[in-house]
């Protein structure tokens, strides 16, 4: 199961209806003391990024740090800076404009290199070309990580001060939707603390980091904390042990393999290799 089906299986697509609602509730009397993230929620709608969202009724009974979590990514694309959950939960005052009058606010500053900014910097696999070592993607390039030796990687980043740092998961495990996106939202960290230590070519998919999640869970261990010691000990080996450059000689032979992870990398599950394309 790949990173963005994952996440498929627990969202609610997005139709005509739903954005209407959005901006029907938000300009309806009983909501003009809006939150900053229902705010950004109504934007990320209105610009055609919200079609993984849930509801705006169900965004708005998830707390300030899921909702910070559901729009972390669309957000991204949009290049839409997220305040502090403690911000966030600050109401509209009667001197802040209001995303609904975003349009002609735009039409009169005249913002175009605002909105082809935005647009540049998407990562829309669509658009890609699939190469041996190298993703490209417009002006884009996205090469393929390979393990490094020791000798090629930062002071001090096998030594005990360099930590995974997984942020622990506080939400309900028994909901799956705070589950997927927190597990999207440390993936990414979990890929870079591998790269930083020269083991970027030897990652676990999305897909196993997620079933690595329950199957904690089943054991009653901390999932950040059992990433922490597995860091520690990949760390001890590394310092020892030589590790193949690259592991594999198979690449992907489609981008249906292959989601992005942040606008900075790409990962691509073929099953026996979990290959990391960066920019």
């Given at each position: 199961m790949r990173f963005h089906s994952t996440l498929v299986l627990v969202m609610l697509f997005f139709s005509v209806s739903a954005e209407a609602n959005?901006?029907?509730?938000?300009?309806?009397?009983e909501n003009q003391q809006q939150t900053a993230?229902?705010?950004?929620?109504?934007e990320i709608v209105e610009r055609g990024e919200g079609k993984r969202l849930p509801r705006f009724e169900d965004f708005k009974k998830n707390d300030v740090m899921v909702q910070r979590l559901l729009l972390k990514r669309p957000a991204q694309k949009l290049?839409?800076?997220?305040?502090?959950?403690?911000?966030?939960?600050?109401?509209?005052?009667?001197?802040?404009?209001?995303?609904?009058?975003?349009?002609?606010?735009?039409?009169?500053?005249n913002k175009a290199n605002e909105?082809?900014?935005?647009?540049?910097s998407n990562v829309s696999l669509s658009r890609c070309t699939l190469g041996k070592n190298l993703i490209t993607c417009g002006q884009r390039r996205f090469g393929l990580?390979?393990?490094?030796?020791?000798?090629?990687?930062?002071?001090g980043v096998l030594g005990d001060q360099h930590l995974m740092a997984l942020p622990p998961f506080r939400g309900d495990a028994e909901n799956g939707r705070e589950v997927q996106f927190y597990l999207s939202e440390v993936y990414g960290h979990y890929i870079q603390r591998m790269?930083?230590?020269g083991?970027?070519?030897?990652?676990?998919?999305?897909?196993?980091?997620?079933?690595?999640?329950?199957?904690?869970?089943?054991?009653?261990?901390?999932?950040?904390?059992?990433?922490?010691?597995?860091?520690?000990?990949?760390?001890?080996?590394?310092?020892?042990?030589?590790?193949?450059?690259?592991?594999s000689h198979k690449r992907p032979h489609s981008l249906s393999q292959c989601d992005d992870i942040t606008e900075k990398m790409i990962v691509c599950d073929i099953g026996s290799v979990n290959w990391v394309y960066m920019n």
């Amino acid at each position: 199961m790949r990173f963005h089906s994952t996440l498929v299986l627990v969202m609610l697509f997005f139709s005509v209806s739903a954005e209407a609602n959005c901006l029907a509730n938000a300009r309806s009397p009983e909501n003009q003391q809006q939150t900053a993230y229902e705010r950004i929620y109504c934007e990320i709608v209105e610009r055609g990024e919200g079609k993984r969202l849930p509801r705006f009724e169900d965004f708005k009974k998830n707390d300030v740090m899921v909702q910070r979590l559901l729009l972390k990514r669309p957000a991204q694309k949009l290049k839409i800076a997220l305040p502090s959950p403690s911000k966030a939960k600050a109401k509209k005052g009667a001197n802040q404009t209001s995303v609904l009058d975003k349009p002609a606010r735009l039409k009169q500053t005249n913002k175009a290199n605002e909105v082809a900014s935005v647009v540049s910097s998407n990562v829309s696999l669509s658009r890609c070309t699939l190469g041996k070592n190298l993703i490209t993607c417009g002006q884009r390039r996205f090469g393929l990580i390979r393990n490094e030796p020791n000798g090629r990687l930062a002071n001090g980043v096998l030594g005990d001060q360099h930590l995974m740092a997984l942020p622990p998961f506080r939400g309900d495990a028994e909901n799956g939707r705070e589950v997927q996106f927190y597990l999207s939202e440390v993936y990414g960290h979990y890929i870079q603390r591998m790269i930083d230590i020269g083991l970027g070519a030897s990652t676990m998919s999305y897909a196993r980091f997620y079933h690595t999640f329950y199957d904690l869970k089943v054991k009653s261990v901390d999932f950040s904390e059992r990433f922490e010691t597995m860091y520690r000990f990949l760390k001890k080996d590394k310092k020892t042990m030589a590790v193949k450059t690259l592991p594999s000689h198979k690449r992907p032979h489609s981008l249906s393999q292959c989601d992005d992870i942040t606008e900075k990398m790409i990962v691509c599950d073929i099953g026996s290799v979990n290959w990391v394309y960066m920019n």
